[in-house]
């Protein structure tokens, strides 16, 4: 069956807004239970900060293996142009255009 959801290709319709989503909700759950109860407020602080640098971290692996990730592609896309020029440039005739109907 299929879903009756409405897909605009906006960034919730990213793979990863549910994971972004949830360490918010720990970090805001974390922070109201901190205000709540002073003994908390330690830890609470410790795993924001700890969110906050995993975050950090995640997302310069991510535009770091984007970076390399697209810097193949590059190579391989002008190792195949360069491919196929030397194939279909050496074998090339002219293409005579006399007595053609223009």
């Known amino acids: 069956m299929s879903s009756d959801r409405i897909s605009w ?8 807004y549910p994971p972004l989503l ?3 909700l720990v970090v805001c759950v974390l922070g109201l239970a901190g205000a709540l109860w002073p003994a908390l407020d330690r ?8 969110t906050l ?12 293996a984007r970076w390399v990730r697209e ?3 590059d190579r391989a896309d002008l190792a195949a142009g360069a491919r196929w020029r030397a194939t279909h440039t050496a074998t090339a ?5 006399a ?3 223009r």
């Open 99 to 101: 007595g053609s109907a």
């Open 9 to 16: 290709g906006g960034p919730t319709d990213s793979p990863d």
């Open 22 to 24: 949830a360490a918010l």
């Open 43 to 50: 830890a609470a602080s410790l795993v924001g900060a700890g």
């Open 71 to 73: 810097r193949r592609e």
């Open 53 to 64: 640098a995993l975050t950090v971290i995640v997302a310069l692996g991510r535009l770091l």
């Open 93 to 97: 005739r002219p293409v005579s255009t």
